[in-house]
């Protein structure tokens, strides 16, 4: 079965940088796109871009756009997002989900890493 | 202030059936197929509902999607008490070429 595997949760100090990984299987890793998605403590989710392990090919949203960066690994099927300058608000719960387009969604996640970010 | 539009909450008692509704535009959902997502308690995400109306294999025909026009609806009959969840709305925005969900909706079995 399709499983995503992330990285732990992290402490990170304002200014700083992060990544987080996110390891596939179960499936062909190259054949459908990942995007990653945010849950601040209590709110709602908040996609943050999407990349494409089959070209590298990303998308980012406007939020984060010029703070992230997010590429993939084909030897490992492991997919990283990358978010620089860290501040309080980005404190969260990060998921990677498996995108499978505008007709199916994101069809499996990852279980989450939560990323505090505190002085 | 979220670009789809849910209910906060909204609540059943066990055996009936409840509603949720997701609103949007031209631009979104009136452009896209809309996915709903189930939240349980401290777990990530899990899809119920892709293109409007489909469900995975796995989640029971209790369960059902529709849209119309810029709105959605996710439809769940004979209400359990596992149901208890949040619930969010997603679908992809043309005009600001991102993916856009709910604010989310909070369901609670009485």
């Known amino acids: 079965q399709v499983l995503l595997v992330q990285s732990g949760a992290d402490v990170k100090k304002p200014g700083a940088s992060v990544r987080v990984s996110c390891k596939a299987s179960g499936y062909t890793f190259t054949d459908s796109g990942i995007s990653w998605v945010r849950q601040a403590p209590g709110q709602e989710l908040e996609w943050l871009g999407w990349?494409?392990?089959?070209?590298?090919?990303?998308k980012y949203a406007q939020i984060v756009e010029g703070r992230v960066t997010m590429t993939t690994e084909t030897s490992t099927n492991t997919a990283y997002m990358e978010l620089r300058s860290l501040r309080s608000d980005d404190t969260a719960v990060y998921y990677c989900?498996?995108?499978?387009?505008?007709?199916?969604?994101?069809?499996?996640w990852g279980q989450g890493t939560l990323v505090t970010v505190s002085s | 202030q979220s670009v789809l539009t849910q209910p906060p909450s909204a609540s059943g008692t066990p055996g009936q059936r409840v509603t949720i509704s997701c609103s949007g535009s031209t631009s979104n959902i009136g452009s896209n197929t809309v996915n709903w997502y189930q939240q349980l308690p401290g777990t990530a995400p899990k899809v119920l509902i892709y293109?409007?109306?489909q469900r995975p294999s796995g989640v029971p025909d209790r369960i059902s999607g529709s849209k119309s026009g810029t709105s959605a609806s996710l439809a769940i009959s004979g209400l359990q008490s596992e149901d208890e969840a949040d619930y969010y709305c997603?679908?992809?925005?043309?005009?600001?070429?991102?993916?856009?969900f709910g604010g989310g909706t909070k369901l609670t079995v009485l």
């Open positions: 997603a679908t992809w925005d043309d005009s600001l070429s991102a993916w856009v």
């Open positions: 989900a498996r995108d499978r387009g505008v007709i199916r969604g994101f069809d499996s």
């Open positions: 293109s409007n109306k």
């Open positions: 990349i494409s392990p089959y070209n590298g090919n990303t």
